[in-house]
């Protein structure tokens, strides 16, 4: 199994990172402007990249804000089941550590998935920080 891993420091508060990873209109500021979600346990994330080309779906499974938000992917979109949020306060803010866990073997569908969330994560860290992100359709077509 291959685990994706990225740690990043943000510069907001952890309710502030936690709203913008856990609600869709905080979404659509950083990863897909396509983006719904039921944000609460149980609840189901439905988003779209490229005319929809893509479109993962993803379930909570765990949520303790602002500290750690666990979805469940529910759907072919990625052979990697779990992504998981875990957030830690920070004298110049937040520290994120984030794992897109369970891919199958480190392989094209791993390496892409790898290089779209640290792009992702600095748009999150962009949007928290300046007011910016870089949502699809507005990314890099990576």
Same mark, same amino acid.
């Given at each position: ?5 990225? !740690? *990043?420091?943000?510069?907001?508060? @952890?309710?502030?990172? +936690?709203?913008?990873? @856990? =609600? ?13 979600? &039921? ?6 994330? #439905? +988003?779209?990249?490229?005319? !929809?080309? *893509? ?6 499974? #765990? ?22 949020? &875990? ?6 803010? =937040? ?5 897109? !866990?369970? +891919?199958?073997?480190? &392989?094209?569908?791993?390496? @892409? ?5 640290? +792009?992702? *994560?600095? @748009? *999150?860290?962009?949007?928290?920080? =300046? ?12």
């Amino acid at each position: 199994m291959a685990d994706i891993l990225h !740690r *990043l420091r943000i510069q907001a508060p @952890s309710e502030l990172v +936690f709203a913008a990873i @856990s =609600t869709a209109e905080g979404i659509r500021q950083w990863w897909t402007r396509d983006a719904e979600m &039921d944000g609460r346990i149980g609840g189901v994330g #439905a +988003f779209g990249f490229y005319n !929809r080309r *893509l479109q993962p779906k993803v379930r909570i499974t #765990a949520m303790t804000p602002p500290a750690r938000l666990e979805w469940e992917v529910v759907n072919g979109a990625w052979p990697g089941k779990t992504v998981v949020f &875990d957030l830690k306060p920070d004298a110049a803010g =937040t520290i994120l550590f984030f794992a897109h !866990r369970d +891919f199958p073997e480190a &392989d094209g569908a791993y390496a @892409s998935a790898n290089t779209r969330w640290g +792009f992702y *994560l600095v @748009s *999150l860290k962009n949007y928290l920080e =300046t007011g910016k992100g870089a949502p699809n359709p507005d990314d890099l077509n990576l």
